[in-house]
């Protein structure tokens, strides 16, 4: 990113290098001038492309942060989507200056380029406005995020320095080549219309009318061509003291500061002084007594401005803390309930755990009642099948007899 920016400072120091080269010059030369920093305009714009996915992601984190609202997570997506559309606006600039066509389509879609990306720095520097509004609203606001806003606007102001200079400087080229156009197709019709005015009209007379209305003709595009250059140098100068006004103003009053506090500081030493040397604080003079109230009054000033500060951080702290307490409440009574659900899951459980063990218990004895009525059945089967093979044996033994018997009868 630092390299980025140190590329846009060189942009801006060759644009206005060769502005004030050519304020005075025929705007003629500017084209040939411009193409030795066109790579360097083109690396720069395409070097924004970097910034895209660093930029979200810590937009995405500062939105997660616990001190984010909503209204400051609106306002970081505003400036989010904006800034991303000024980048792409400058990578695409920068990819329409690479091109090579020298055409009159080529510069009008360099126009229409320039005022998208005008018109989304102007939709970024209103997104921002809001967004640093709201963080200044926060309490936990620090030294080091005010000082990064700071920076960050100092940026902005700065590019938007440089995209009028650029919009200046691509004008006075367009301008130019235009004027070379002219020239040349003047200087063809110089060359074609002499053998036809001679031939067609000899007469001396009428030659040196037509020279001296086409000497007329120059004069008028000379001074025609003058007045654009002047008209568009005059334009850019003028934006470019605006800026410097404002910024002088800023100084008067930084100097206003910075005087104030040092006659704060000799008033102080001389009392010192006099105070060492014996001398009472009411002989001090006149005019170091108004010193001395102008500053008390300033102070108070700030200090008021302070209270009302403090004011509005306690406001907001204390409708935090309300918030905080009443979800540390909902957060208790939560707690309470979960609790008394689990002891009642407690209980069912130890509950179903005994009725489980009873029945595991009733379901052993049942079995083991069953394998000794199993065991007795088998040993009354035994015995019963004892009994049936003894009266088997008898009834087999008998019938053996009868047929002795039987066979003795017959013999």
């Keep these: 990113m630092l390299s980025s920016c140190d590329m846009f400072e060189a942009c801006s120091s060759s644009i206005e290098n060769i502005l004030m080269k050519n304020a005075d010059d025929s705007c003629c030369n500017l084209s040939a001038e411009c193409t030795g920093i066109t790579s360097i305009i083109s690396s720069a714009l395409f070097s924004c492309s970097e910034w895209q996915e660093l930029f979200s992601e810590n937009n995405v984190d500062e939105n997660r942060v616990s001190w984010c609202g909503a209204n400051l997570s609106k306002c970081n997506e505003d400036w989010t989507i904006s800034f991303l559309t000024l980048l792409r606006s400058l990578i695409a600039l920068s990819r329409q200056i690479e091109c090579k066509d020298n055409s009159g389509q080529s510069a009008l879609s360099l126009f229409s380029l320039i005022e998208e990306l005008k018109i989304s720095l102007a939709d970024c520097n ?41 919009a200046a400087f691509v004008q006075l080229i367009m301008n130019s080549s235009q004027l070379k156009d002219e020239e040349v197709v003047s200087e063809k019709t110089e060359v074609v219309c002499p053998p036809t005015l001679e031939s067609i009209l000899p007469n001396n007379d009428v030659k040196e009318i037509a020279h001296k209305d086409d000497g007329e003709a120059k004069h008028e595009k000379e ?45 102080k030493l001389e009392s010192m002084k006099l105070l060492e040397s014996g001398i009472e604080v009411s002989e001090f003079p006149c005019k170091d007594a108004d010193v001395i109230c102008s ?24 409708h935090e803390c309300k918030d905080l307490l009443k979800l540390a409440k909902l957060s208790e009574q939560e707690n309470k309930t979960l609790r008394e659900e689990l002891n009642l899951v407690t209980v069912r459980e130890s509950a179903l755990k005994e009725e489980l063990e009873m029945t595991r218990k009733s379901y052993e004895l049942q079995l083991q009642n069953l394998h000794e009525h199993i065991a007795n059945l088998n040993i009354q089967l035994d015995e019963q099948s004892k009994t049936v093979n003894s009266f088997k044996d008898v009834l087999n033994g008998m019938t053996s007899t009868k047929q002795v018997c039987s066979q003795i009868d017959y013999i």
């Design 126 to 166: 209103r997104a921002y406005t809001a967004k640093i509004f709201n963080e200044n609203r926060i309490p936990t606001a620090t030294k080091r995020l005010r000082c990064v806003n700071e920076c960050i606007n100092n940026c902005l102001t700065s590019l938007q320095r440089n995209l009028n200079s650029f």
């Design 223 to 267: 001074q025609i061509s003058n007045s654009k250059c002047i008209r568009l140098a005059t334009d850019f100068w003028k934006s470019e003291m605006e800026l410097a006004t404002k910024r002088i103003v800023e100084l008067e009053k930084q100097k206003e500061r910075i005087t104030l506090d040092y006659e704060l500081l000799k008033t």
């Design 295 to 318: 500053y008390f009054e300033e102070r108070i000033g700030d200090l008021h401005a302070d209270i009302e500060y403090i004011r509005s951080r306690a406001f907001y702290y204390k």
